[in-house]
């Protein structure tokens, strides 16, 4: 119950917007050179599996894909090649031979660009080179959650995204979308959602940064 107070309380100042339709961005790129969401329970939730083509070949219909069921902490970690951002906070980690996020450190801090023009001054600074970060926050006054990712590196970086978004007091996994970040700047998306965290997943290192859908 206390657990479910807090979530409530720290909720409040998020958007209050329908929590019907798809996410939705509008993303901002500019050059680099410009405390953890309390009372979230640990659950799981289920992604809906992507959508396939169907086989012309095939009368038989196929058989329906699994959702995959993930584990939601409430913190900012790295699990299963997966970076999850908790509102209010930033992760600052590297992509390892592989291409699999190593965390390097956790930042608690606020988005200029997710609050009212003048209110809220920026702390977070630019990365070490060779790293990336991300950081989620979101405000009641902008009625967005933004997501800011600096790219340190000397190539571009394209990866996925799931959103859990508050949804009847529930949170709800849902595929957001995002654009890949070029080398050495800082890409911003907003989406006009109540977002508690955010997931980063398979990324990939490219030698320029594809064209935003």
Request: with cysteine; charged share 25%; proline share 9%.
């Amino acid at each position: 119950m206390l657990a479910s107070a807090l979530l409530a309380l720290a909720l409040a100042a998020q958007p209050t917007l329908p929590d019907d339709g798809p996410v939705q961005t509008a993303p901002k790129e500019r050059s680099v050179s410009d405390d953890p969401l309390p009372g979230l329970d640990e659950q799981q939730v289920e992604i809906p599996p992507a959508a396939k083509p169907a086989d012309e070949t095939t009368t038989a219909p196929a058989a329906p894909a699994a959702a995959k069921a993930i584990t939601v902490e409430p913190k900012t970690l790295v699990q299963d090649g997966t970076v999850q951002v908790m509102l209010g906070q930033r992760a600052v980690f590297r992509l390892d031979d592989k291409g699999m996020p190593v965390l390097e450190r956790v930042e608690d801090g606020q988005l200029a660009d997710a609050h009212a023009e003048g209110t809220v001054t920026e702390t977070f600074e630019a990365p070490a080179e060779g790293q990336i970060a991300a950081a989620l926050d979101g405000s009641a006054e902008k009625r967005a959650t933004v997501l800011k990712v600096w790219n340190q590196t000397d190539k571009a970086i394209d990866y996925g995204a799931i959103a859990l978004i508050l949804r009847q007091g529930k949170v709800t996994p849902e595929p957001a979308p995002i654009c890949a970040v070029a080398p050495g700047t800082v890409r911003t998306e907003t989406w006009p959602r109540p977002v508690v965290a955010v997931g980063l997943q398979r990324f990939k290192q490219t030698a320029a940064a594809r064209a935003c859908k």
